[in-house]
């Protein structure tokens, strides 16, 4: 209620200046004022699944949309769901040709899962205390601490822009992020290689902050434009680290025996210039770019809240401190033309350099460290764009691009540093000599070439070669029917890779149609088909002491992956003043593992899924300015998925740690209704 009442006022304070501009006379002000009611019904255990990213809760929606015009000055409301949880506020205006500005505020939910439960005390601060194995299993499920998963977003700032009449600008800018709530965590308890060891779910401390400042000054010509811009962003988290009071696994308490890391304060600058040079010579623009950033972070072991045996590790580090120090330098260059008559052209350059000084930390006398992490690179990708228009109004589109990706990494690393060489072309056709249809069609190839790049680089960066396919039609036979179809097809193949994925396949086609029956009647459909199927050769597992799978062979993986998706729509115009939509929508999601390894049975319930849609409203006219909504909208959403199958809190035995009931039952049925009024001025 409070921020309903909140977001109230500071919409009247927004809206005033409107009204006192709307008495002006000659002033053109008009816009939509939109105000409901909301009842939801759920049937879930969870519900996040239903309110994953907006808040659908009983209650108080609208929105409101102001313009306001006189002379060359301009001002300009939007503000969405005022009240809620994902309410946002955009204020702009100002005179044309000599300044501007803008205000936002917004929030978004991010709804991992709701009613979440642990065994673990300390919920929602940095410090847990974690019970053994034996006090988690006697203590009731039901008894467990309750929380939800749940991260709340806001985002506001403001802009503004000087010209004065003049080529001249200068805009500056101010922003800040700020994120709060808990988030899943998970980490080992008790020792890796023990048979005591086991997952614990736990949710993490969300608090940071995000401030941006944003600089730039620019020219605006007849035939040249330029501007040097310049952004500082500072990011604090007041969580920087979790610790653990663990006595998993033996009956005495440990005391503080474990601490994970988060994201460090860190600093971010960045410096970029641009310049456009426009009417040269064969009708040629160029674009020149370039730009430096630098981010710096450090954080240090006397910052974590250790006990003496914690330290006595700590101190066979190299270094106590990590300072992040990573460096990007970039550059561009441009020239699109038209040398001939009938052929356009365009050639680049683009540079990408990644310097990472950061910290080499080192443990085990040196034997390990984090060198890994530490990679650097160098990217250079040069290409051309060509496009050509041939008699019967089709045209000719071809391409080539050349990127070379040179790493390095520090000594000690595990990954090699080599650098990777691709070559890519691409071909097309577009006709539209018939006055019913348009046909286009486009065929891409990359080739990829590692050197010696190995494992345990990931797949994408070895050797491979990829074909993709594309196919268009627009299809208007008549002046009340149009309908489209397209179809893409993509063949990737990674020739050297081993332990890992071999190949990815992907197929899908989309077909949508739009038919005006009459002045009152349109019904509008779609029905789409996707596939998704890739193969890994896996070597013989390295089986754990606690399990009792084992293989000795090399193996297949293949995953399989199929989605439909159809719908239709109609609207009616019943009367002049009486008008009816529905929509409905299905999708559905069907995955599969196969394994060649007799060892492990295929799996058909992988990641499988269908969600239906309907919404149905009827709008009534009462006048020209005034429109009243009722709506009503139905969703209804089930998972299946082997991981979830039979979930248990304390999976398997006592001692192999304890889930917090996320992602235990994402299916949900909802029905909304509501009821709108609109008044348009």
Not at 486 to 495: G, L, P, Q, R, V
Not at 509 to 521: I, K, P, Q
Request: no cysteine.
């Amino acid at each position: 209620m409070i921020k309903k009442v909140y977001s109230a006022v500071v919409l009247l304070t927004l809206v005033t200046p409107v009204a006192a501009f709307a008495v002006e006379e000659a002033a053109d002000v008009h816009g939509l004022i939109e105000l409901g009611v909301r009842g939801v019904s759920s049937t879930s255990s969870d519900g996040a699944a239903f309110q994953e990213f907006r808040d659908m809760s009983d209650g108080v929606m609208g929105q409101v949309q102001l313009d306001a015009f006189k002379g060359n000055y301009h001002f300009q409301l939007d503000t969405e769901n005022p009240g809620t949880d994902d309410q946002s506020f955009q204020v702009k205006g100002g005179e044309y040709g000599s300044f501007k500005y803008k205000f936002n505020y917004s929030e978004m939910l991010h709804n991992y899962g709701f009613d979440a439960v642990s065994p673990a005390t300390g919920i929602g601060t940095s410090h847990l205390i974690i019970p053994t194995a034996a006090a988690a299993a006697a203590l009731p499920v039901s008894q467990w601490t309750k929380f939800d998963y749940s991260v709340n977003h806001k985002t506001y700032g403001g802009e503004l822009e000087l010209s004065l009449n003049s080529p001249f600008y200068v805009k500056a800018g101010v922003e800040r992020r700020e994120q709060n709530g808990l988030r899943p965590y998970s980490f080992y308890l008790g020792q890796m290689a023990s048979a005591n060891r086991g997952i614990a779910e736990v949710p993490e401390p969300i608090s940071t902050t995000t401030d941006n400042l944003n600089l730039k000054v620019g020219y605006v010509g007849e035939t040249i434009s330029t501007s040097l811009s310049g952004t500082l962003s500072s990011f604090t988290n007041d969580n920087k680290f979790m610790d653990y009071a663990n006595s998993w696994g033996n009956g005495t308490t440990q005391g503080i025996d474990r601490t994970d890391a988060f994201s460090p304060d860190n600093d971010y600058g960045k410096l970029a210039a641009d310049l456009s040079w426009r009417d040269l010579p064969l009708a040629s623009v160029l674009a020149v770019g370039a730009s430096y950033s630098h981010m710096k972070s450090s954080i240090a072991a006397s910052e974590v809240n250790a006990t003496a045996a914690t330290w006595t590790l700590f101190n066979t580090l190299n270094r106590t401190t990590f300072e992040g120090d990573t460096n990007y330098t970039s550059a561009s260059v441009s020239l699109a033309s038209n040398p001939v008559d009938k052929l356009d052209s365009k050639v680049y350059y683009r540079y990408l350099k990644k310097d990472n000084n950061s910290s080499l930390i080192s443990y085990n006398s040196g034997a390990t460290s984090n060198a890994d992490l530490l990679a650097s690179y160098q990217k250079d990708d040069v290409g051309i764009d060509l496009g050509y228009r041939l008699p019967n109004k089709t045209k000719l589109e071809a391409g080539y691009e050349y990127l070379n990706m040179d790493r390095s990494t520090l000594e000690g690393a595990g990954i090699p540093a080599d650098s990777t060489k691709d070559n890519s072309v691409y071909v097309g056709l577009k006709n539209s000599a018939l006055d019913w249809m348009t046909a286009k069609i486009r065929y891409k190839h990359l080739k990829r070439n590692s050197d010696d790049l190995g494992t345990p680089t990931t797949f994408y960066y070895q050797d491979q070669s990829s074909d993709e396919w594309k196919v268009g039609f627009d299809f208007y036979p008549t002046e009340t029917l149009d309908w489209g179809l397209s179809f893409a097809y993509k063949d990737i193949n990674y020739e050297a890779s081993t332990d890992t994925i071999q190949n990815d396949k992907r197929k899908n086609v989309y077909l949508d149609a739009t038919w005006h029956a009459s002045t009152m009647v349109t019904l509008t459909g779609f029905v789409g088909y996707e596939t998704t199927k890739n193969d890994a050769n896996r070597i013989a597992l390295a089986v754990p002491a606690d399990t009792s799978a084992a293989t000795t062979t090399p193996y297949v993986l293949s995953n399989d992956d199929n989605f439909w998706t159809y719908g239709l729509a109609a609207n009616l115009a019943a009367t002049e003043k009486l008008t009816f939509n529905l929509a409905w929508q299905y999708q559905k999601s069907n995955g599969q593992v196969d394994f060649s390894e007799p060892t492990f049975p295929s799996n058909t319930e992988s990641d499988d899924y269908t969600k239906n849609t309907l919404e149905a409203k009827a709008i009534y006219a009462i006048d020209p300015k005034l429109k009243m909504t009722v709506g009503y909208m139905y969703e209804k959403f089930k998972y299946q998925d082997v991981n979830y199958t039979n979930y248990s809190y304390q999976p398997v035995a006592a001692n192999q740690g304890f889930y917090s009931g996320l992602n235990a039952d994402p299916n949900y049925e909802a029905n909304v209704g509501y009821l709108l009024v609109s008044y348009g001025f």
